[in-house]
């Protein structure tokens, strides 16, 4: 009886493919997995945590266990405006939520009405993807290259879009090792985008689950913070950092920053959805902070993350046909190959099963019915060297097949 | 800039007035305050979930630090269904959740498009009420005597509502101590009720926060236990159960059992809006009711609880004039007044800051234009039992006072 109380929007919405995906290899004994997205374990701070979760509770319990704001922890909020050394922004201009997820389904609430568009670069993160789709809105892409967002296109787009007479809300990007290609967009490019952002008058909104996992190379800034440097502007960018692949997904856990009328409304939304973060680990990543446990963690999560990196590169050069063309990032969590315009990587996944080897199809990261099928992400946190060595050599064969 | 691309909804809704409210007293020196909703910092189980937080990410780290599944951490649904006793009852049907506010808004988030009616009892919880407007319900009241809902009242409602072709989607209501009011809705006013929504095929969402906080009498069965014991049906009712007042609200935890398809759209949403509930959390609590501590611990908070309700109820019938009527509840939070039909809770609330007394008055748990003034709620778990006598003593003097 109540399915036919459904909304319309529940009745239809999609859940991640992933877990469909990932559902039906899961009964294949041995398999080299390189589809999820998940942080290694080895780079959980088990110990420190331990500790601090049980300090916090015996000496803060009538605080940590009690209804906190819905802004989130003055203490946390205070310690992350230090961390990232913004001693201008006021804890007005920051929400911490349940996870980045979390944020922007919250930017998302608060802008867009069913029919208004969202630009994002294409292929883009699934999860939010499904989020925008289920808030019905009009998904509209960008391609990038390997500097990032290809600027030039959204201008048109957007010109375009207007003409149409479209309502663009926001532009969604992930600029640094972003999910899935694994590509970081350039300085030029990120100057590019916030000064076209500024003249067009479009929200941009910045996923950064990943800059701060950068095994290699030198950090290029945050779209937030260029525009906050260079164009003394907190307002264009709203910038969501997770603590998911540096603290550990378990703990739900994100901030976000922007204009404090917008954040204002975020932390409306956020009373109604779920009041507040858990507040016990709000305080324990505080106390992180605090005791400058931050920069050695990420220190040694970035040593451990190299070699992998370095693992799959190697052997994607090593197994894969010539003509496969990959990104070469220098951090985050996945790799991504470009097939050439006759292979899909659905069918390639179909045909890996049999060698017990996983990854997702590109085709997954793209708006429903806006896919393209030749390219796939491979995720190199969660598998041993041998692994990877094995996994890479299996689909090397898998596409010589494929292409015979 | 970004104000302009607001959605109507993310302009014009309400936050919570009662945070507002307690804004307006913050700053008085020496407040008795009988306004919030926190559950006593003496209850909270300190030393256990210290410990149990301690062994758990010593001893799971790479499952309580990981991405949880959205639907819930497996070992808690399992022993949330033995706690609770229900052997029928598979995984799929219970979802966790980040708090029963959570729960309670993907219960909507799935059922209620713009105009489409919820039922509440009048008065009922604020924050649901906020966030049924902030979804575009049409919030339909029915009044709640000293049994709980009027279901005679509520017939007649749904009849005319019918009549007028409005869409119902389904019935909220908590039965026991009922927030604002203390009241508890009797088993034949129960069975009525999950008669009536049978017959009618319009589902009912129970909130339930407090059945646990009994402190003597004898407890009723829950709606969701009665349609499962009586009736052989698990569908009609949805009972969300909170964490918030019998373990720790910052634990932010709730779990919800129901219509197995309803669960797995809510549990669809809850992808898109946190990914899951705090993976550390669910499984402290899981091994809280593993380890069999769960008992002892509720005895304990009910025994703490009942002497502040006792002496709130005693200062109530010795210091507030004759004619105010007050509800005599058994366990909960909360007891209710209601004031003669010329009083104004509000207008008291004004006159008892300069007798730095607060409370809530009873027109906040109303929905947005239909309001009753002739109320006010008040909160005996967080106050000293000096401050809950001379509290009174102030308000019977207030009283007095207003009605000369």
């Known amino acids: 009886m109540i399915k036919e109380l459904f909304t319309e929007t529940t009745r239809t919405m999609k859940s991640s493919m992933i877990r469909e995906l990932v559902a039906s290899t899961r009964n294949i004994k041995g398999l080299i997995s390189f589809a999820g997205g998940f942080p290694a374990p080895q780079t959980f701070p088990v110990e420190t945590l331990s500790k601090l979760y049980a300090e916090t509770i015996a000496n803060e319990s009538s605080f940590v266990l009690q209804y906190g704001a819905s802004e989130g922890d003055p203490m946390?909020?205070?310690?992350?405006?230090?961390?990232?050394?913004?001693?201008?922004?006021?804890?007005?201009?920051?929400?911490?939520?349940?996870?980045?997820?979390?944020?922007?389904?919250?930017?998302?609430?608060?802008?867009?009405?069913?029919?208004?568009?969202?630009?994002?670069?294409?292929?883009?993160?699934l999860g939010s993807l499904v989020a925008f789709e289920a808030l019905g809105a009009d998904i509209q892409c960008v391609p990038l290259d390997q500097e990032g967002l290809d600027v030039v296109a959204l201008q048109n787009k957007v010109e375009e879009l207007q003409k149409a007479g479209k309502k663009i809300k926001y532009i969604y990007t992930i600029p640094d090792f972003h999910n899935p290609t694994g590509v970081t967009m350039s300085l030029k490019r990120r100057k590019e985008l916030i000064e076209f952002a500024l003249a067009a008058r479009i929200p941009i909104l910045e996923d950064n689950p990943y800059s701060r996992l950068r095994f290699r190379g030198e950090a290029v800034p945050t779209l937030f913070r260029i525009a906050?440097?260079?164009?003394?502007?907190?307002?264009i960018v709203t910038e969501v950092v997770s603590f998911s692949k540096i603290l550990g997904p378990g703990l739900r856990l994100a901030f976000v920053k922007g204009n404090k009328d917008l954040i204002e409304r975020m932390c409306s939304w956020q009373q109604k959805v779920n009041i507040a973060p858990d507040n016990v680990s709000q305080r324990v990543t505080a106390h992180f902070l605090n005791r400058g446990y931050m920069d050695d963690h990420l220190k040694m999560c970035n040593d451990h993350y190299r070699p992998y990196l370095d693992k799959?590169?190697?052997?994607?050069?090593?197994?894969?046909?010539?003509?496969?063309?990959?990104?070469?990032?220098?951090?985050?969590?996945?790799?991504?190959l470009w097939l050439p315009q006759t292979m899909s990587g659905d069918a390639l996944f179909e045909?890996?099963?049999?060698?017990?080897?996983?990854?997702?199809?590109?085709?997954?990261?793209?708006?429903?019915?806006?896919?393209?099928?030749?390219?796939?992400?491979?995720?190199?946190?969660?598998?041993?060297?041998?692994?990877?060595?094995?996994?890479?050599?299996?689909?090397?064969?898998?596409?010589?097949?494929?292409?015979?």
């Open 76 to 125: 946390l909020k205070e310690e992350l405006l230090k961390w990232e050394g913004y001693d201008d922004i006021t804890p007005d201009q920051l929400l911490i939520t349940a996870g980045a997820t979390n944020a922007i389904y919250y930017m998302s609430l608060a802008l867009v009405e069913p029919g208004d568009v969202i630009i994002c670069e294409a292929p883009s993160f």
């Open 228 to 235: 906050h440097d260079e164009y003394a502007n907190t307002d």
């Open 312 to 336: 799959m590169l190697e052997a994607t050069s090593k197994y894969l046909p010539p003509y496969i063309q990959y990104t070469k990032p220098e951090g985050g969590l996945f790799t991504w």
């Open 351 to 404: 045909q890996a099963k049999e060698y017990k080897v996983s990854f997702i199809p590109g085709s997954k990261f793209y708006p429903t019915n806006q896919e393209k099928f030749n390219s796939l992400r491979l995720n190199f946190s969660f598998s041993t060297f041998e692994q990877i060595e094995q996994g890479m050599k299996s689909l090397g064969t898998i596409m010589e097949e494929f292409k015979a």
